[in-house]
């Protein structure tokens, strides 16, 4: 039986026809009784974007339709069923809050529903959304545990400013949520407290997504989107961010990853200043959240000159804006620029006024000759005495053995490497407020080890393939240099024989997974013995980045010693944000709570959105650092965060929000 004659018998049973209106919002299935019903399918209409309309998965549509592919056309009917009622399954890109605001359920009662501590759920799990037709779940025990409220109920006496205080949240956030145009709120009300991933200002287009599907998650009307985001046809790809809100006047609107400190010196303002403006109690700020910069901010522009290869979508991205408010600011009429052309840009919020400053560190004087070996100039380079024979990561399985044995790979890295320190050692300081201290950096993976690969897309759509190790080995570069700057004693556990920090120009030439890196151990890489490069896993040997830190921190006293372990992510079913992870027992559920405490103060520096978490890893565990966490800088499971990646100002912008957290840490703590 083809799919279009079973269609039409399900329909002489089932004549429910289904129609979606741009703007209309279909409410959550979950609470509702089992049925069936038929969608006609409309022009422009995909498998996945239906799929998402109806909270169902795409292979459970192709199952219902007896489909062998994604192939659908318009005038097409298909069969949709609900949900079993009192449930929901969550699907790719799912969070907590998205799907208790659809279900008409708090955060807090999910929660206790299915026995969730924390914020952590996974694609395919089965919440209940009704007490009396659901199943306990089982609860990780290395979930986040500093429960949030998303929501309040107000008592008598209650008055906004006490309640932001309470929940560390500014009261124009609160009015801003719930739409309050004064402070007036009355016992009995329930007010929202955090953006949900519906408040943010950003939309990053995942696989099967359409404008209308689009439009109908976020409440907007299919041409609002288009106008915001300067859209003639609807035609979109997939990784690229669209913006929901207009920007307004001396307004700045928090992003993922946004700090405060960054927001504030973007704009040449003190956060003190921001903080008075906005009536923040903390420096936590989240996605979503409309910053006040005041009647006239020190700087509201900056200016950027195009690049051969810029796009004005690349730029506006690059720069959190529109291409429509890029345009307007400039007063273009169509699209189009040359190398050379100044345009004006928000600030990137990387650049300030308060570090000899970082914007002032002369990078490209770190990229010169090096340890005697020869300068190859790439554009995802330097390199030094040899090079990638591939100009770019070619796909997910290639990669380039080193060329050298282990023990003279190993010489040629710290030859590299003591070039590399003398030249920081000539720089000047940024401060002495670590002067003491001893850092080891461990860069993820590396050796025969590359991480996450994982394809991305270009300007035009073509192919970019991102490796996990080549990129967190870059950042942690950048952040070993500022320390030792700021009179930090720094150690990396990892080096590489051929290239130090590198740039990306253009992005499209992605770093090579070159399996070259080595340990930074000259007992360890005497031999040549394929199993003493570095390798992860049960199998691998994790316990040499352990055994390198309890080695730089001899003679050095406990108090003065962290660990700083760089990762990205790949996990679906976690937020699109940087996540920080200490150390949590899984029989016992006991956390380290220096580590705990650290993770929480650098929270916020680490820009909007960013959660923290205990977890059972190796690295951490029995680790001779008192204060020791894992850092998952970006999540590669998010297109936008790949992207981000292959961005050397992105990367350098990381690297920054780590070294002011830690500072800032060890500066409170005197």
Same mark, same amino acid.
């Given at each position: ?5 079973? !269609? ?34 409309? #022009?422009? *209409? ?47 890109? *799912? ?23 924390? /914020? ?34 107000? #008592? ?55 404008? @209308? ?66 009536? !923040? ?59 050379? *052309?100044?345009? #004006? ?12 400053? +970082? @914007? ?17 100039? !790439? ?33 040629? %890295? ?9 030249? +920081? ?29 994982? %394809? ?41 024989? /051929? ?39 049960? /199998? ?5 980045? +352990? ?7 001899? /003679? ?74 894992? !850092? ?39």
């Amino acid at each position: 039986m083809n799919s279009v004659h079973f !269609l039409r018998k399900a329909h002489r049973f089932r004549t429910t026809h289904i129609s979606l209106v741009a703007g209309a919002v279909p409410r959550a299935q979950a609470g509702k009784a089992a049925s069936q019903s038929v969608y006609r399918v409309k #022009k422009g *209409d995909t498998l996945g974007g239906i799929a998402s309309q109806y909270k169902v998965s795409v292979k459970a549509l192709r199952k219902w339709n007896k489909l062998r592919g994604d192939r659908i056309f318009e005038g097409q009917r298909l069969l949709i069923k609900s949900v079993p009622s009192g449930f929901y399954i969550v699907k790719s890109g *799912d969070t907590l809050s998205e799907i208790a605001l659809q279900s008409n359920l708090s955060i807090s009662r999910l929660r206790k529903l299915n026995g969730i501590s924390g /914020n952590r759920i996974y694609t395919g799990q089965k919440l209940k959304t009704k007490k009396e037709t659901a199943l306990k779940a089982k609860n990780e025990p290395f979930d986040e545990p500093f429960d949030e409220p998303f929501e309040y109920k107000v #008592k008598p006496g209650d008055n906004l400013s006490i309640i932001a205080q309470r929940f560390d949240v500014a009261v124009g956030l609160i009015r801003q949520l719930n739409g309050l145009k004064k402070n007036r709120i009355y016992p009995g009300q329930t007010l929202q407290l955090r953006p949900s991933s519906l408040d943010e200002a950003v939309h990053v287009v995942r696989s099967g997504e359409t404008l @209308s599907s689009i439009a109908l998650k976020y409440r907007m009307n299919v041409s609002e989107i288009k106008r915001i985001n300067d859209i003639d046809g609807n035609k979109i790809v997939v990784g690229q961010e669209l913006r929901l809100k207009a920007t307004k006047p001396h307004i700045h609107m928090v992003e993922r990853g946004d700090a405060l400190w960054e927001v504030a010196q973007a704009y040449g303002l003190s956060v003190a200043e921001i903080k008075r403006l906005n009536g !923040l109690t903390s420096n936590r700020i989240y996605p979503g959240q409309e910053l006040q910069l005041g009647a006239k901010p020190a700087k509201r522009f900056a200016t950027y000159t195009v690049k051969k290869g810029d796009s004005l979508g690349r730029i506006a991205r690059l720069h959190q804006m529109s291409v429509a408010d890029l345009k307007r600011i400039n007063h273009m009429r169509t699209a189009l620029i040359h190398p050379g *052309d100044r345009l #004006k840009v928000n600030p990137l919020l990387r650049k300030g006024r308060e570090w000899l400053k +970082i @914007s002032e560190i002369k990078w490209d004087d770190l990229m010169g000759s090096s340890g005697g070996y020869k300068k190859i100039n !790439l554009g995802n380079g330097p390199y030094y005495g040899s090079r990638p024979k591939a100009r770019r990561q070619k796909n997910r399985r290639y990669y380039e053995s080193a060329p050298l044995s282990l023990r003279n790979t190993f010489k040629r %890295a710290r030859k590299l490497q003591a070039a590399f320190d003398k030249k +920081i050692s000539r720089m000047g300081r940024l401060s002495d407020k670590l002067k003491g201290w001893h850092i080891v950096l461990d860069p993820g993976h590396g050796g025969l080890d590359p991480g996450a690969v994982v %394809a991305n897309l270009d300007g035009n759509g073509n192919k970019v393939y991102v490796v996990e190790d080549e990129y967190v080995y870059d950042i942690a570069l950048r952040v070993y240099v500022m320390l030792r700057l700021h009179g930090a004693h720094v150690t990396l556990t990892l080096l590489s024989p /051929n290239h130090l920090i590198r740039h990306s120009d253009p992005p499209i030439h992605t770093f090579v997974n070159e399996k070259n890196e080595v340990y930074n151990s000259r007992g360890y890489n005497q031999g040549n013995k394929r199993d003493h490069w570095p390798k992860g896993g049960r /199998n691998g040997n994790l316990s040499q980045r +352990i055994i390198i830190a309890g080695n730089a921190f001899k /003679n050095v006293p406990r108090n003065r010693r962290i660990f700083l372990s760089f990762h990205a992510d790949i996990d679906p079913s976690a937020p699109n944000a940087p996540l920080v992870l200490y150390y949590q027992s899984r029989r016992t559920g006991k956390a380290d709570r220096k580590s705990r405490d650290f993770a929480k103060s650098v929270q916020p520096f680490l820009g909007a959105g960013t959660f923290i978490r205990g977890q059972n890893l190796y690295v951490l565990r029995n680790n001779p650092a008192p204060i020791r966490v894992m !850092l998952e800088l970006r999540n590669l499971a998010y297109t936008d965060h790949a992207w981000a990646l292959r961005f050397e100002e992105l990367r350098q912008r990381d690297a920054e929000k780590v070294v002011r957290g830690l500072v800032e840490y060890i500066d409170r703590k005197g």
